[in-house]
């Protein structure tokens, strides 16, 4: 291998390091995100914007991996190392720029589709698990929460015990997740 390396031109050197680096770096961060361990961080150069920034470090593992591979591509071809460069910059732009929307993107599903409990209020349920008296101890109802059948903790102001299979309607929120409910009469 080191005749291989001695044989490149110093420019191709160049483009062949920083290819196999950010390979082997985006290697490590799949490996480490299949084994469920988040290695990523954010710049966001807008603070007004809560959104994930476009420069992370997946987004700059694009960036140089694409940019690389992309020169050793164009040196390859018999071009120079200035039109290498500016060929491997706007790839490597255009990968940059792809991941972090794709990034951005799954952030914001991550960030959506969560239940809005505000939805339930009105709505009548089931005791599941028994509800104590004067907001004592929680208990558990089901209730139907945008559309999809929920089991969710409740709270009653009721000078009774609910007991399970005691029907009931959803009043109030105790907290984002937890209602509060009376006995249907």
């Known amino acids: 291998m080191g005749d291989w390396w001695n044989a490149l031109t110093g420019d191709l050197q160049v483009f062949y390091l920083i290819g196999i680096v950010a390979g082997a770096f985006l290697m490590l961060q799949?490996?480490?995100?299949?084994?469920?361990?988040?290695?990523?961080?954010?710049?966001?150069?807008?603070?007004s914007d809560a959104d994930v920034g476009y420069l992370s470090l997946r987004s700059l593992t694009a960036f140089f991996f694409a940019f690389g591979w992309t020169g050793v591509l164009m040196k390859q071809g018999d071009n120079s190392t200035s039109v290498s460069v500016i060929v491997a910059?706007?790839?490597?732009?255009?990968v940059f720029f792809i991941v972090a929307l794709i990034w951005r993107?799954?952030?914001r599903m991550n960030e959506s589709g969560s239940l809005d409990y505000h939805s339930a209020i009105g709505v009548n349920g089931t005791v599941y698990i028994a509800v104590a008296a004067d907001r004592t101890q929680p208990g558990k109802v089901e209730v139907m929460v945008q559309g999809r059948m929920r089991v969710i903790d409740a709270y009653t102001t009721a000078p009774e015990d609910l007991p399970a299979k005691t029907r009931v309607k959803v009043t109030d929120l105790v907290d984002p997740t937890t209602v509060l409910v009376e006995p249907l009469t």
Not at 89 to 94: D, K, P, Q, R, T
Request: hydrophobic share 65%; net charge negative.
């Open 30 to 47: 799949l490996v480490l995100m299949t084994l469920g361990v988040g290695l990523d961080f954010d710049i966001d150069f807008d603070a």
């Open 89 to 94: 910059v706007i790839v490597g732009l255009a």
């Open 105 to 107: 993107r799954f952030a």
